[in-house]
Protein backbone atom coordinates (compact mmCIF):
# COMPACT_ATOMS: atom_id res chain seq x y z
CA UNK A 1 0.00 0.00 0.00
CA UNK A 2 1.94 3.21 -1.23
CA UNK A 3 0.68 5.83 0.87
CA UNK A 4 3.58 8.72 0.36
CA UNK A 5 5.11 9.85 -2.86
CA UNK A 6 7.91 12.17 -2.79
CA UNK A 7 8.58 14.67 -5.83
CA UNK A 8 10.75 15.40 -7.67
CA UNK A 9 12.67 11.40 -7.31
CA UNK A 10 16.12 13.51 -7.66
CA UNK A 11 16.98 17.41 -7.12
CA UNK A 12 20.54 19.13 -7.76
CA UNK A 13 21.16 21.98 -6.26
CA UNK A 14 24.54 24.28 -5.47
CA UNK A 15 25.75 24.68 -1.97
CA UNK A 16 24.09 27.79 -0.27
CA UNK A 17 20.66 27.26 -2.21
CA UNK A 18 17.51 26.32 -1.01
CA UNK A 19 16.18 23.12 -1.54
CA UNK A 20 11.94 21.80 -1.98
CA UNK A 21 10.84 18.83 -1.70
CA UNK A 22 7.08 17.50 -1.16
CA UNK A 23 4.98 14.56 -0.60
CA UNK A 24 1.68 13.77 -1.26
CA UNK A 25 -0.64 11.07 0.60
CA UNK A 26 -4.15 9.52 -0.12
CA UNK A 27 -5.71 9.13 3.00
CA UNK A 28 -6.09 10.71 6.08
CA UNK A 29 -3.39 11.11 8.64
CA UNK A 30 -3.07 11.58 12.31
CA UNK A 31 0.92 12.91 11.46
CA UNK A 32 3.43 12.83 8.87
CA UNK A 33 7.38 12.40 9.49
CA UNK A 34 10.50 13.27 7.59
CA UNK A 35 13.20 11.10 7.59
CA UNK A 36 16.95 11.26 6.24
CA UNK A 37 19.06 8.28 4.62
CA UNK A 38 23.02 8.67 3.76
CA UNK A 39 24.18 5.81 1.44
CA UNK A 40 23.68 2.18 2.78
CA UNK A 41 22.88 3.75 6.14
CA UNK A 42 19.26 3.31 8.41
CA UNK A 43 16.95 6.43 8.21
CA UNK A 44 17.70 9.30 10.57
CA UNK A 45 14.23 11.02 12.12
CA UNK A 46 14.02 14.83 10.94
CA UNK A 47 10.69 15.86 11.82
CA UNK A 48 7.11 15.17 12.90
CA UNK A 49 4.27 17.44 12.13
CA UNK A 50 0.71 16.54 13.24
CA UNK A 51 -2.24 17.03 10.84
CA UNK A 52 -3.25 20.18 13.27
CA UNK A 53 -0.19 22.05 12.75
CA UNK A 54 0.66 23.85 9.46
CA UNK A 55 4.20 24.09 9.72
CA UNK A 56 7.44 23.66 11.76
CA UNK A 57 10.96 24.55 11.92
CA UNK A 58 13.88 22.85 13.34
CA UNK A 59 16.91 24.62 12.67
CA UNK A 60 16.97 24.49 8.65
CA UNK A 61 14.73 22.92 8.52
CA UNK A 62 10.88 23.83 7.43
CA UNK A 63 8.03 21.72 6.83
CA UNK A 64 4.40 22.55 5.94
CA UNK A 65 1.34 20.66 6.10
CA UNK A 66 -1.56 21.12 4.02
CA UNK A 67 -4.41 18.36 5.07
CA UNK A 68 -7.23 19.87 2.20
CA UNK A 69 -4.52 18.77 -0.35
CA UNK A 70 -3.36 15.85 1.31
CA UNK A 71 0.13 17.10 0.67
CA UNK A 72 3.68 17.67 2.74
CA UNK A 73 6.81 20.19 1.90
CA UNK A 74 10.64 20.38 3.02
CA UNK A 75 12.24 23.38 2.61
CA UNK A 76 15.99 22.91 3.34
CA UNK A 77 17.87 25.91 3.65
CA UNK A 78 20.99 26.73 2.53
CA UNK A 79 22.23 23.73 1.54
CA UNK A 80 25.44 21.82 2.98
CA UNK A 81 27.51 19.38 1.13
CA UNK A 82 26.53 17.26 4.07
CA UNK A 83 22.91 17.70 3.55
CA UNK A 84 23.46 15.68 0.78
CA UNK A 85 21.29 12.20 1.15
CA UNK A 86 17.83 10.73 0.11
CA UNK A 87 14.49 12.34 2.08
CA UNK A 88 11.31 10.31 2.96
CA UNK A 89 8.14 11.38 3.90
CA UNK A 90 6.32 8.90 6.41
CA UNK A 91 2.57 8.47 7.09
CA UNK A 92 0.73 6.53 9.71
CA UNK A 93 -1.86 3.78 8.18
CA UNK A 94 -3.68 2.05 10.81
CA UNK A 95 -1.04 1.57 13.13
CA UNK A 96 1.49 1.26 10.69
CA UNK A 97 4.09 4.13 9.10
CA UNK A 98 4.41 3.97 5.27
CA UNK A 99 7.52 5.56 3.66
CA UNK A 100 7.59 6.87 -0.17
CA UNK A 101 9.83 6.06 -2.49
CA UNK A 102 12.39 9.32 -1.52
CA UNK A 103 13.76 12.21 -2.68
CA UNK A 104 17.44 12.07 -3.39
CA UNK A 105 19.24 15.15 -2.88
CA UNK A 106 22.72 15.92 -4.22
CA UNK A 107 24.50 19.39 -3.28
CA UNK A 108 27.05 20.69 -5.84
CA UNK A 109 30.37 22.46 -4.39
CA UNK B 1 24.69 4.41 24.54
CA UNK B 2 20.89 3.80 23.64
CA UNK B 3 19.98 2.49 20.43
CA UNK B 4 19.25 -0.34 17.78
CA UNK B 5 21.74 -2.69 16.64
CA UNK B 6 21.54 -4.78 13.86
CA UNK B 7 23.51 -8.23 12.64
CA UNK B 8 25.67 -8.78 10.94
CA UNK B 9 25.93 -5.98 8.42
CA UNK B 10 26.27 -7.89 5.30
CA UNK B 11 25.14 -11.48 4.91
CA UNK B 12 24.94 -14.42 2.39
CA UNK B 13 22.62 -16.68 1.23
CA UNK B 14 22.97 -19.47 -0.50
CA UNK B 15 19.68 -21.37 -2.98
CA UNK B 16 17.44 -22.70 -0.20
CA UNK B 17 19.00 -21.92 2.95
CA UNK B 18 17.26 -19.99 5.17
CA UNK B 19 18.96 -16.81 7.24
CA UNK B 20 17.80 -14.87 10.38
CA UNK B 21 18.91 -11.04 10.75
CA UNK B 22 19.18 -9.98 14.29
CA UNK B 23 17.22 -6.82 15.63
CA UNK B 24 18.59 -5.94 19.13
CA UNK B 25 17.63 -2.34 20.94
CA UNK B 26 17.94 -1.09 24.14
CA UNK B 27 15.38 1.92 24.47
CA UNK B 28 12.86 -0.08 26.50
CA UNK B 29 10.53 0.60 22.89
CA UNK B 30 7.53 -1.19 22.42
CA UNK B 31 7.32 -1.68 18.69
CA UNK B 32 9.23 -2.41 16.39
CA UNK B 33 9.18 -2.93 12.50
CA UNK B 34 11.02 -4.63 9.85
CA UNK B 35 11.30 -3.03 6.32
CA UNK B 36 12.86 -4.37 3.26
CA UNK B 37 14.66 -1.20 0.53
CA UNK B 38 15.85 -2.40 -3.01
CA UNK B 39 18.17 -0.14 -4.89
CA UNK B 40 16.54 3.68 -5.45
CA UNK B 41 13.19 2.55 -3.71
CA UNK B 42 11.26 3.38 -0.84
CA UNK B 43 11.02 1.41 1.97
CA UNK B 44 8.78 -1.35 2.32
CA UNK B 45 7.23 -2.87 5.45
CA UNK B 46 7.68 -6.61 5.93
CA UNK B 47 6.40 -7.32 10.07
CA UNK B 48 5.53 -5.21 12.74
CA UNK B 49 4.84 -6.32 16.68
CA UNK B 50 3.23 -3.73 18.70
CA UNK B 51 3.69 -6.46 22.16
CA UNK B 52 5.83 -8.81 22.81
CA UNK B 53 4.77 -12.27 22.25
CA UNK B 54 2.52 -10.88 19.27
CA UNK B 55 2.48 -9.42 15.57
CA UNK B 56 1.49 -8.83 12.47
CA UNK B 57 2.18 -9.03 8.73
CA UNK B 58 2.95 -5.59 7.10
CA UNK B 59 2.45 -5.39 2.99
CA UNK B 60 5.12 -7.90 2.04
CA UNK B 61 5.48 -11.09 4.59
CA UNK B 62 5.41 -13.57 2.19
CA UNK B 63 8.61 -15.41 2.53
CA UNK B 64 9.59 -14.29 5.86
CA UNK B 65 8.97 -14.80 9.04
CA UNK B 66 9.56 -13.30 13.07
CA UNK B 67 9.32 -13.72 16.73
CA UNK B 68 9.00 -11.33 19.71
CA UNK B 69 10.22 -13.58 22.76
CA UNK B 70 11.89 -10.51 24.10
CA UNK B 71 11.01 -6.49 24.23
CA UNK B 72 14.53 -5.78 23.20
CA UNK B 73 14.36 -8.27 20.38
CA UNK B 74 13.33 -9.16 16.98
CA UNK B 75 14.19 -10.80 14.81
CA UNK B 76 13.24 -11.53 11.24
CA UNK B 77 14.15 -14.92 9.23
CA UNK B 78 14.32 -14.97 5.04
CA UNK B 79 13.11 -18.32 4.37
CA UNK B 80 14.04 -20.16 1.13
CA UNK B 81 10.10 -19.60 -0.18
CA UNK B 82 11.07 -15.92 -0.54
CA UNK B 83 12.79 -16.15 -4.20
CA UNK B 84 14.32 -12.60 -4.36
CA UNK B 85 15.76 -12.04 -0.98
CA UNK B 86 18.59 -9.36 -2.24
CA UNK B 87 18.04 -6.20 -0.56
CA UNK B 88 18.74 -3.77 1.93
CA UNK B 89 16.83 -4.88 5.58
CA UNK B 90 16.12 -2.32 8.11
CA UNK B 91 15.04 -2.79 11.52
CA UNK B 92 13.22 -0.28 13.73
CA UNK B 93 11.60 0.53 16.71
CA UNK B 94 9.28 2.86 18.43
CA UNK B 95 8.39 4.30 22.03
CA UNK B 96 4.66 2.93 21.51
CA UNK B 97 2.57 0.63 19.76
CA UNK B 98 0.37 3.46 18.90
CA UNK B 99 0.82 4.46 14.98
CA UNK B 100 2.80 7.49 14.04
CA UNK B 101 5.46 7.67 16.37
CA UNK B 102 8.81 8.59 15.39
CA UNK B 103 11.19 5.53 14.28
CA UNK B 104 14.33 5.00 15.49
CA UNK B 105 16.15 2.81 12.77
CA UNK B 106 19.34 0.38 13.00
CA UNK B 107 22.33 0.34 10.36
CA UNK B 108 21.13 -1.97 8.38
CA UNK B 109 22.30 -5.17 7.10
CA UNK B 110 22.71 -6.00 3.42
CA UNK B 111 21.58 -9.81 1.89
CA UNK B 112 22.79 -11.40 -0.80
CA UNK B 113 22.22 -14.23 -3.01
CA UNK B 114 25.74 -16.66 -3.53
Known amino acids: SQQGEEDPQALSIQEGENATMNCSYK?????LQWYRQNSGRGLVHLIL?????REKHSGRLRVTLDTSKKSSSLLITASRAADTASYFCATDLNDKIIFGKGTRLHILP | DGGITQSPKYLFRKEGQNVTLSCEQNLNHDAMYWYRQDPGQGLRLIYYSQIVNDFQKGDIAEGYSVSREKKESFPLTVTSAQKNPTAFYLC?????????????FGSGTQLSVL
Open chain 1, 49 to 53: IRSNE
Open chain 1, 27 to 31: TSINN
Open chain 2, 92 to 104: ASSISPQGGEKLF
